[in-house]
């Protein structure tokens, strides 16, 4: 708005430089006309009035009690401010809340640029140093090697170049993860056979231990039929013999 003023000359007006002139003129004889330039700057100072209010309208701002543009200006300059108040206060908090998380890295950067945006949108720029800071202040500890050691050139270093320091520390972190894990994977299954491999073998063994048990008793159970019939053998022929010579 301010650049479109100042090429229709009209921003000193709603700034305030341009004063009105007095509206009559006392001539000689007493008798008092209108001031010509007065009528100039009235038609200015309206076209400006006019353009402020058509230009901010469309963002549900009104300013109705203006009667000149610099009042205007001043009303919407006073609004303004106490909005952007509000704004900053809430995107201070909404820049201190920013933390990477389990975000992937270039997510975690997109989400700190749109906020740094937003501040140079209410005139509030973040500088390089600041947006900086954000970046490896909101890292979880599992950074803080990397942080320590880069800590002095992450100050000085530009924006773009530490998003590539940091996307390609976490990259790296992925492939060492995965390099880990393809290799330590066969060493686990070997662990899982070895297990199986003693859990068949002890219970092979008492397979075998229950095999030879039930094969002890069925021998001494034998036994004791074979003693129990020569025993009955005995017991026959001593009555038969009893029986013969109780006949002669």
Do not use: C
């Not at 201190?96 to 700190?112: A, C, E, H």
């Not at 048990?213 to 069925?218: C, I, V, Y």
């Amino acid at each position: 708005m301010t650049h479109l003023l100042a090429t229709y000359g009209l921003l000193d007006h709603v700034e305030g430089r341009v004063t009105a002139p007095s509206k009559t003129i006392a001539k000689a004889n007493s008798v008092t006309t209108l001031n010509l330039d007065y009528l100039k700057w009235e038609s200015r100072d309206n076209f400006a009035l006019t353009y402020v209010m058509q230009t901010t309208e469309p963002f549900g701002v009104t300013i109705l009690t203006a009667k000149t543009s610099y009042e205007a200006w001043t009303s919407l300059a006073t609004l303004f401010f106490n909005q952007t108040t509000a704004q900053e206060d809430l995107l201070n908090q909404q820049w201190r809340d920013l933390k990477k998380g389990s975000q992937s890295m270039p997510t975690f950067i997109n989400s700190v640029k749109e906020q740094a945006l937003r501040y140079s949108q209410i005139g509030k720029p973040k500088t390089t140093t600041e947006i900086n800071q954000r970046f490896y202040t909101s890292l979880d500890s599992e950074w803080e090697p990397i942080v320590f050691a880069q800590s002095k050139r992450m100050l000085t270093i530009s924006t773009e170049e530490l998003q590539l320091l940091l996307v390609g520390h976490e990259e790296y972190r992925f492939y060492t993860a995965i390099h880990e894990a393809r290799f330590s994977t066969p060493t686990a299954g070997m662990e899982t056979i070895k297990v199986a491999d003693t859990r068949a073998k002890a219970r092979e063994e008492r397979g075998t231990t229950r095999e030879e048990s039930r094969g002890g008793s069925s021998g001494r159970g034998s036994g004791s039929e074979n003693s129990n019939l020569g025993s009955g053998g005995e017991g026959n022929s001593s009555s038969l013999g009893f029986l013969n010579l109780g006949r002669d």
